[in-house]
């Protein structure tokens, strides 16, 4: 057929121009509280495509999840403006496909993380059983140019760029060692985080027994000397048994003007975990400190009387994340009875509760990562932990808590650096 006999025959005929399929993530390298979003193109307007997720955590067991799109008009799909019909999760998210994976193996309980290295998370477009086209997500667990300077018992962060910066002590909890992700990660907005171990590290006691309140103190005039620390307040912050912890030391050392309480206690608990010399957890001027027994839920008044910490006596704001459906212990309840305690003596300084529905023991980290958990046992107890929440209650509690509790040190702390 010559095109000259009619030219709308002629286009009828030409072959259709072929739109090549493409996945990518934007950014694809973000730090791990950090949001990307995960965009097709080159679809058929409202086809429907499957975006598959894929990675391996720190212990080396393989996660995974899957969601169904439907392309909109100009034959695009994005994570962060359109909701999944169908898979892994069911909402507009842009990392659901992030939070909402679970382990293809039985022997997980919880996402472990890879230590400071960077994870990396891999995509593929799917149309039925045939892979279109994939991409590859990079989260790191701190900013580029974040110094870390080891000492004995802890480890120091820095921010990139030198100077003098505010500073946080940082605390972990039960699982003991060295919280270095949340100090690495408060370096890289800005702060100079100090991650120091208490127990379970080098030759620091091997179980949360009997530990010197005075220690800490020793940290804190450390830190207040430290050329790279600006000299001004300094904050505190601790998850679970950490959280107990900087509660307590908040109410003990006046150089700490801000803390920050991650699934926290209401009063001082007993000696943790496995085999433990005595039985409470604290001491001070050589004296233990009176704690309340763990029996569940079940409160005793008099000896919670006993056990209080005197959070009325910080020196500045205070900021309380829970999870109301918290496996471990009733944060949201502790946390609720903090702020009852602080309203009745009249506390001057502010008082902030992130109650995050639907939300766990891990409620508000600082993390985007698989929420996903089950119930386990402790080896070093021997009892069923349960972190407790729902993927997308612990997700959502991720997605919010990280950018108020850095706005938080901000305002507490006097200074103003925008995140990286």
Not at 80 to 96: I, L, N
Request: a positive charge; one cysteine or more.
């Amino acid at each position: 057929m010559r095109c000259s006999l009619h030219l709308a025959a002629c286009l009828l005929l030409a072959p259709a121009r072929l739109v090549p399929q493409t996945l990518e993530a934007v950014p694809h390298r973000v730090l791990v509280d950090q949001s990307a979003s995960i965009r097709a193109a080159g679809l058929q307007p409202g086809g429907r495509v499957t975006i598959q997720a894929d990675l391996r955590d720190g212990g080396d067991i393989r996660w995974t999840s899957h969601a169904d799109f439907i392309a909109d008009a100009q034959g695009t799909v994005d994570t962060a403006r359109q909701p999944a019909v169908a898979g892994s999760y069911k909402e507009v998210s842009a990392m659901g496909l992030v939070w909402s994976m679970k382990p293809s193996s039985g022997r997980a309980f919880r996402y472990r993380p890879p230590g400071q290295g960077t994870q990396t998370i891999e995509f593929q477009l799917l149309r039925g059983h045939t892979k279109l086209a994939a991409a590859r997500l990079e989260q790191v667990p701190m900013a580029a140019g974040v110094e870390r300077i080891d000492v004995s018992h802890g480890a120091l962060f820095l921010p990139p760029g030198g100077g003098r910066h505010p500073g946080v002590l940082v605390l972990g909890g039960s699982e003991g060692g060295l919280p270095h992700r949340r100090a690495a990660w408060l370096a890289s907005h800005g702060f100079a985080a100090f991650a120091l171990a208490y127990f379970r590290y080098a030759d620091l006691p091997r179980e949360l027994a009997g530990i010197r309140l005075e220690y800490f103190g020793e940290a804190l005039q450390w830190m207040l000397e430290r050329p790279e620390i600006d000299g001004g307040p300094l904050a505190v912050t601790g998850v679970s048994r950490g959280a107990e912890l900087a509660l307590q030391l908040g109410s003990m050392y006046p150089a700490i003007k801000a803390v920050v309480a991650y699934s926290p206690a209401d009063v001082r608990y007993p000696a943790c975990c496995g085999f433990m010399s005595v039985p409470y957890a604290w001491t001070w001027n050589g004296n233990p400190l009176a704690f309340a027994p763990i029996r569940g839920r079940q409160r005793y008044p008099d000896l919670v009387m006993r056990a209080a910490i005197d959070v009325e006596r910080t020196h500045g704001p205070v900021v309380l994340i829970s999870g109301d459906a918290d496996g471990i212990w009733d944060s949201t309840g502790m946390a609720d009875s903090i702020v009852a305690r602080l309203e009745r003596h009249h506390f001057p300084y502010p008082v902030v509760h992130l109650k995050y529905a639907h939300a766990g023991h891990q409620a508000g980290r600082p993390e985007i990562v698989p929420a996903w958990t089950r119930p386990d046992i402790n080896p070093r107890t021997g009892w069923e932990r349960d972190m407790g929440g729902s993927p997308q209650g612990n997700a959502e509690s991720s997605l919010d808590a990280p950018r108020k509790v850095i706005e938080f040190l901000r305002q507490s702390l006097g200074t103003t650096r925008s995140s990286p």
